[in-house]
Each structure stands twice: as C-alpha cells, then as structure tokens.
C-alpha cells in the first residue's frame, strides 16, 4: 500500500491541548479566536471543547460559552468531548454537533485516569452513544494507551483491538487510537494498526500519537504506508505531557502537515496561517512553541 | 528491502554541534569529558575537533588539545573535520586517525558558506585526501544541502549524486548525505537516495538529517527502509539552525537511538548515559536539551 492522497487533520488543540496546559485558565475569548483562526486557515475538524465537570477540568469550564462564540464555518465540524450523559446533554445544549468518548486499552490507566475499568467506561458510553444517534450526532471513540502505558508498560494490540472494535459496535464511526504517552516506534505502531484492523477497517481507523519521544511524526509516516489517513494533532504542540515536566503531548499540527504538504498528501490546511496561529496562541498562554516547523518558519513572525 | 539488523551512529556533537553553538567558548575540559563520557555510552565513532583557522571558527581553536585530552578506547574512532591541507597536517601531528572533508551539492550554498564554487571546493581536497593516504588515515565526504539549500532551494538529487560520486572517486570511504536545513520529507528523501544510489553504493552512504522542521526522525525511518544503516546524529541535539533563531539543527542522538531500540536495530550505545550525557552538557553550557527523549527520560536527573 502506498501513501494516501489526502489526509483529514484533527484538530486536537482547542480541547486535549488547552485542557492540559498547566497555566492558568484561558479566557473564552482565546479559545473561540482560537478555534476561529483554525476554521480560516482550512482545518475542517475542531475538537473545540469538552463537557465535563469544571471541578474535574477548570480549563474546558466555559465549554457552552465556547460553542456559543465560535463563527461557525459551513464544512467545518466543531466537535466536543462528552465523556458521560450530562456532558451530552450540555453539548446538545450547545449546538454540536459531533462528540467524542473514550475509553483505554489499558486496565491500570483506565482505574487510575477515570476510576473505573475498561468495561465500566464502555458501558456507560452507551446511553450516551444512544441519546447521541437520536440528535443524528456523530460520536467519535477515542482508545488512550495503545503503544503503552505509563502503569503497565507494554500493551497487547489484541486488547487494543478488542476495544476498538467495541466502540465500533457500540456506534462510533472513527476510533481514534491514541499513544498518550508517545512511547511508540514505527514498527510497533505498525503491528498494532495491523492487528486492529482485523476488526476494525482501516479506513475507519485514525492516528492520535504523541511526540513526547519525538518519534509521531516517524511513526505517522509509518502507519500512513498501512492505510491511515485521519490524524490527529495540535496546534504548536498545545498539551504538555502530564508524566514528564518539561516534555511535550501531542505532535504539533503544523509539522504534520509540513511533512504531508512535502509528501505530497492534501490536507486543505494553510501551512502559513498554522504557524502564525501557532505563535500567537503560545503568546497568549505564555509557552514555548512545540511546533519545530513553527520555530523555523515563524522567527519573523 | 526491510530495515536494517544494526546501525553505525556517527555522534557529530562534540564537533558539528559545539561548532555551531552561539555561547561563549567552551572549555577544553568540558570537550574531552564529553567525548569520554560518548565512548563511554558505546559510542563507537565520535567526530571529536576540527582543525580549521581559530579566526573562522573560534570555537574549535583548541582541536590540538582536544584530542591529545581524550582517553582513547579501543574500538572507538575519534575523527575530526579537515578542510584543507594545514588543518590536516594539524590532525596529524594529533594523532587523528580519521577525518572528514565536506563538499556541498548548491552551488549558491558553496559560494556562500567557504567562498568558493564546488569544483575548487573539491580541488581543494585533492592534496588532502592524498596526503591522508599516505599516512593511513581514512576520510569521509560530507555533502551538505542535499534535500534544500537556503539560497536555492530545491536541489537536483543528480547534482548531490555528482558530488558524492566525486568524492567517493576521490577516495572518500563513506558520504555522509547532510540535509543541512532539516527542510526534507520522507518521499524526497527516499528520491534523493535513490539517485544518489546510482552511482555510490547506498553501504556507502550515510544519513546527515537535521531536525530543523522535526521531519529527521520520519526522513531517516524512511531512507533505513531504503538500505542506509550509517546514521549521524548529535547528542542533546547540539548545534542550532544556524538561519532560524530558536529552531533546531542536528537531530539528537539520544531520539534517534530511541526509535532504534524500538525498531529492534542494534547500535551498540546505551540510551540511559546518553540521556545523563545530554542533560549535563546542556546544564554546561547553557542552552536548552534538543532531545524530546532527554526530556521525557531526564526529567528526574
């Protein structure tokens, strides 16, 4: 299998990149500019927020308030994270129209991240997944810790795919498989793809993987050659890594793209206007740039 | 063709790196530690001086020191760079038993960067490469600017394939292929090779990737898919881009010998000192760690 002609980025940044950033809250005003510049610079899908309680996550808080600034963009699907039925319901609320669950493929990360196992996680998804299809919303599976976790160390693809294929049965029209802790390398990201494909067409299959190692964009390119065509990332690397100060979470969008704009791969996004939002927002929140291409591209900026 | 079984790491840090530090001088004492403490990680070849004029390159003035500081392993080649016939005779006198020349595939990038086209650059090290023969020392080509020059941009592989062919021709045991900016991407990497594959057999070729962009670790998974097990990497990711302030240059060491031991290659070094090795040089001399893997494992050093 070659390379796929385009690509559908994910924009994580609004949501999984500000919800981990360890500053202060940020205002609402930043985040819809944010997701706004994002929308006009052709990224087509924005995780823009998350509806969870503001006890748990103080950063996602104004979620509502969030989804009620944006501009919305025809084409452009401003999604949220939903991880119980209130939240659903708050993002109904809201106007959005996609959301997203997620469970682990880890049993420990699982205990220790949400506090309950793998199959209580799943379970409760499915009156959300439910309620979701009668508003006609699209629901979105997110599975944490398929290159490894930080408790457990290696995990077995096979639980990995288990997972995937039951939030597949359970509604979800993309899995997302993540590797949150980035500790993945190309050929393991490939023997996992290929072992989850067994259950779950690879066309439904997106990569959500981590640069904490610096390797995301090795082991994109990998999995690219298998047939993954939706990835997720994050503008300037927004989303620290909880579990080692000072290193980085998710891989930056705008070297994802520079790296597919130089394969040849479309993506519709504007490399130019990604990294001057990039800068900006690291600006705004007072952090480092986590984009390389960012650094090299927006010296001038 | 698969990946393959081991690879070469070349560690350009103590030279390639320090010389394109912008700090102050730093200290004999601080060099020779470094190197030892390399060979003491496994490293088995370290581009340890160069023997330029101290007026163009103040940072390297005291290669002669340098290297009659080190402890010298056995097994371990310990190699310096020689543009021209007096700095060899430097290493010489020395006692370098490697060196290294390099020629540049953009003839702007030559004109430029040593004041000269690419012919007189190769010229030059006529009498060098054969002087060294005479006395039993082995050279390495560097090509520079193979993937994107700064002033010309896109490069023809034919014209890095020339250069390269010149330089093996000339004597060169090995070509080092630097993509001097870090602006390439794996499919042009892959086409670069290729080219350059037609006329100096790809055993005796070697990856020089800088990181600039965060493309190193993806270009260098591909082009080992393509039969290059020579890899030349620089510890903490030490030397910055010298064209973007805040960016990148050299990929480090320590996230390349990360991917590797993921990917089940052999190199012989052990990642945990080199992960100490980066941490402590960067607290030397000031400047933040380049390697996400020397931040993600070093956080508690």
């Given at each position: 299998m070659g390379l796929p002609e385009k690509v559908r980025i994910v924009e994580v940044g609004p949501r999984d990149g500000l919800q981990n950033e360890s500053g202060p809250v940020i205002s609402t005003d930043i985040k819809v500019e944010l997701i706004n510049r994002l929308a006009d610079a052709g990224m087509q899908y924005i995780e823009s927020a998350s509806f969870v309680s503001?006890?748990?996550?103080?950063?996602?808080?104004?979620?509502?308030?969030?989804?009620?600034?944006?501009?919305?963009?025809?084409?452009?699907?401003?999604?949220?994270?939903?991880?119980?039925?209130?939240?659903?319901?708050?993002?109904?609320?809201?106007?959005?129209?996609?959301?997203?669950?997620f469970g682990a493929a880890s049993e420990s990360f699982s205990q220790k991240n949400i506090n309950c196992s793998i199959a209580e996680s799943l379970a409760r998804f499915i009156p959300v997944i439910e309620l979701a299809k009668q508003h006609d919303i699209r629901v979105r599976g997110y599975v944490s810790t398929v290159l490894g976790c930080p408790y457990e160390g290696d995990i077995d693809p096979a639980q990995v795919a288990s997972v995937s294929r039951e939030l597949l049965d359970m509604g979800c029209y993309e899995i997302s498989l993540g590797d949150t802790i980035g500790v993945g390398t190309p050929t393991k990201a490939r023997k996992m793809l290929a072992r989850v494909a067994n259950e779950v067409p690879v066309t439904k299959l997106a990569a959500h993987f981590h640069d904490t190692y610096g390797q995301a964009l090795a082991n994109l390119y990998a999995v690219m050659q298998d047939g993954i065509s939706?990835?997720?990332?994050?503008?300037?690397?927004?989303?620290?890594?909880?579990?080692?100060?000072?290193?980085?979470?998710?891989?930056?969008?705008?070297?994802?793209?520079?790296?597919?704009?130089?394969?040849?791969?479309?993506?519709?996004?504007?490399?130019?206007?990604?990294?001057?939002?990039g800068n900006w927002i690291t600006r705004q929140i007072g952090r480092n740039n986590g984009s390389k291409v960012g650094l090299a591209l927006g010296c001038d900026q």
């Open positions: 503001p006890k748990w996550v103080p950063q996602m808080g104004d979620a509502s308030a969030v989804m009620a600034g944006i501009s919305r963009r025809e084409g452009v699907v401003y999604a949220a994270l939903t991880p119980n039925l209130k939240g659903l319901e708050g993002a109904i609320a809201a106007g959005v129209e996609e959301v997203a669950v939706v990835i997720d990332t994050s503008v300037a690397g927004l989303g620290g890594c909880p579990y080692a100060k000072g290193a980085s979470g998710n891989v930056a969008t705008e070297d994802v793209v520079y790296m597919l704009n130089g394969l040849g791969i479309k993506t519709g996004v504007d490399l130019d206007k990604l990294v001057e939002i």
